[in-house]
């Protein structure tokens, strides 16, 4: 939309929080409200009553950061495809986002019937990071699985999911049936924190704590220590403020959200009445985005505490600091002015604060941090430096939440340094010779890192896309070997996984799941275990008779 910014072409597209709609440019069309796929757009007076600060925050983005004068350029067309003799093959491996996005892209650019897309997946279940990593209680978030759904539903797409490549079926038979495989799996593994006491019981990864609240069966029999009443959180990304923002929420609200039912049970149980979340640079580089820092002061009977003394901004000047970093640090200084309430639980925001050592003789018992300050180096970059100054929290919960890498697939390159497949523009690239690899491509946070939201993947996916559509034009795919056509590579997976599911067995764990929801009362009542889930598949794929 003309009125949006900033636009896909900006460069700061990639890197920005949110988007916003320009009341001089808007026509009132309402074309974004129905493109958005999560409902987030709303006309200003009917904005929600927990949302009306947005109306301000959007004015004030167009105040600091005036639109162009003039019409913005047309987007250039994509070069169209002509239709190919036999219709060209891709695997994409990983159901997430990235992949969806990835096969939406290619199945716009090919003429009709000119595209086959096999989508794998090793869980029984797709949709990848928003099913098992969006907070459960995001449900508007969670609702562009609806666009997923319509995308799988395309002809020439199918799903073979429950099958790990590199396991079941090898990188190389994946390139033997294609013309081009995509490599969208993510970077799920957490980074360790390198510090004394780090391997306790009691000290674990936030991505853990979030896949057994999200229902992801690897992590369904996983126990978390809830008996103390301090949990604290190194790091404040996004995913640490929906970890404490869960931690401290009553447990009666979460059940109209999808989170899975042995982690409301244990909330239930739960004795935690504070969480701290630490971050070791100071408010204005903290990694949340403003949307997620606001929804910490809509939680009924919390309150959310800032120290003013945190609030060092390292002698950045207002002129030098972005909107979105001047934003982030208003919400915090007015967090730090407001008031508590006695009785209520409490979300600690620290700053310039970093773990040295984690307490405790056969589990965690505290965590011992230093006081940092901000220092301005010779390349002109601030940095956060240890000064001396220890003190001690009591906890029995640690959740690190520092960061995220990839890991590597069979017979596929990958950076273990980096924590992604190597590549440009997607191309993944030969190790040995720096060549792109015919036909091997990547998308997702395994491509460029973890970075960006959600949308950002649809932009990432259209970047790798149109290097794939260069290469074909060019001639520059492989093609796949002889007798290697859809019905072998079908033949191939049941031979090697006969608990297979696609997409007819998907819907009905779904259907299952939603069920199970209706009869209690919330969204879904998501199946841990994937036997269960393979049963429940098999029964509609495979009916009696």
Same mark, same amino acid.
């Given at each position: ?5 900033? #636009? ?20 009132? +069309?309402?074309? +974004? ?29 167009? @105040? @600091? ?23 060209? =093959? ?8 990235? !992949? ?69 079926? #090898? ?14 799996? *993510? ?47 190194? !790091?404040?990304?996004?995913?640490? &403020?929906?970890?404490?923002? &869960? ?8 059940? @109209? ?22 971050? =070791? ?36 000047? *207002?002129?030098? %600091? ?57 390349? !002109? #970059? ?17 959740? %690190? ?25 997607? @191309? ?14 990547? #998308? ?32 520059? &795919? ?7 056509? %859809? ?32 009869? =209690? !009362? =919330?969204?879904?009542?998501k199946i841990t275990d994937t036997a269960e889930m393979v049963e429940i598949a098999g029964a ?6």
């Amino acid at each position: 939309m003309s009125c949006i910014r900033p #636009t896909p072409d900006d460069p700061a597209f990639r890197s920005t929080e949110m988007l916003y709609i320009d009341p001089q440019t808007c026509i009132d +069309c309402g074309a +974004c409200m129905e493109a958005c796929p999560v409902d987030a757009i709303h006309p200003e007076d009917e904005l929600p009553d927990d949302q009306l600060r947005y109306r301000e925050i959007n004015a004030d983005y167009f @105040r @600091r950061t005036p639109l162009d004068a003039g019409t913005p350029p047309a987007p250039q067309p994509p070069v169209k495809v002509p239709k190919p003799d036999s219709p060209l =093959r891709v695997a994409v491996v990983g159901s997430g986002p990235a !992949g969806v996005y990835a096969a939406a892209e290619l199945m716009a650019r090919m003429p009709s019937g000119g595209i086959d897309i096999e989508m794998f997946d090793r869980l029984p279940t797709p949709w990848g990071l928003v099913r098992a990593g969006v907070a459960p209680d995001h449900l508007g978030t969670k609702a562009i699985t609806e666009a997923f759904r319509r995308i799988a539903a395309k002809p020439g797409f199918r799903f073979h999911l429950n099958v790990e490549i590199g396991r079941d079926l #090898t990188h190389d038979e994946l390139l033997a049936h294609h013309h081009a495989v995509i490599y969208a799996v *993510g970077a799920l593994e957490d980074r360790k924190l390198d510090i004394p006491g780090a391997d306790l019981p009691g000290s674990v990864a936030a991505t853990e704590f979030v896949a057994w609240y999200n229902g992801h069966p690897d992590y369904a029999n996983r126990a978390f220590d809830l008996t103390g009443e301090r949990a604290v959180i190194v !790091g404040n990304g996004n995913v640490a &403020l929906d970890v404490a923002r &869960l931690l401290v929420s009553d447990p009666d609200d979460l059940v @109209r959200s999808d989170m899975a039912e042995h982690a409301l049970e244990a909330l239930r149980q739960s004795n935690i009445r504070e969480v701290v979340v630490l971050g =070791r640079r100071g408010v204005a580089q903290a990694a949340y985005t403003t949307p997620e820092l606001l929804a910490l002061g809509r939680i009924p009977g919390v309150d959310v505490v800032v120290d003013p003394r945190e609030l060092d901004l390292g002698g950045v000047a *207002g002129e030098d %600091r972005s909107f979105s970093t001047d934003l982030k640090t208003r919400v915090a200084v007015e967090y730090s002015d407001s008031t508590t309430t006695p009785g209520n639980k409490r979300i600690v925001l620290r700053y310039l604060a970093s773990p040295v050592r984690l307490r405790g003789a056969d589990r965690v018992e505290g965590v011992e941090i230093v006081r940092n300050e901000l220092v301005r180096t010779e390349r !002109g #970059t601030l940095e956060a430096r240890p000064t001396g100054t220890t003190e001690i929290l009591d906890a029995g919960l640690v959740l %690190r939440s520092i960061g995220y890498r990839g890991t590597a697939v069979p017979g596929v390159p990958f950076d273990a340094d980096a924590g992604r497949i190597p590549n440009i523009d997607g @191309r993944v690239l030969d190790p040995d010779t720096s060549a792109a690899l015919a036909g091997v491509y990547t #998308t997702g946070w395994v491509k460029r890192g973890p970075s960006g939201v959600i949308g950002t993947n649809k932009r990432c996916a259209q970047n790798t896309v149109a290097a794939l559509i260069d290469d074909l034009l060019a001639d520059r &795919l492989p093609q796949p070997k002889s007798g290697r056509d %859809r019905d072998a590579l079908f033949a191939l997976v049941v031979e090697r996984r006969p608990e297979v599911v696609d997409r007819k067995g998907w819907l009905a764990i779904d259907a299952a799941e939603r069920k199970g929801g209706r009869d =209690r !009362g =919330r969204p879904r009542v998501k199946i841990t275990d994937t036997a269960e889930m393979v049963e429940i598949a098999g029964a509609a794929m495979h009916p009696a008779g």
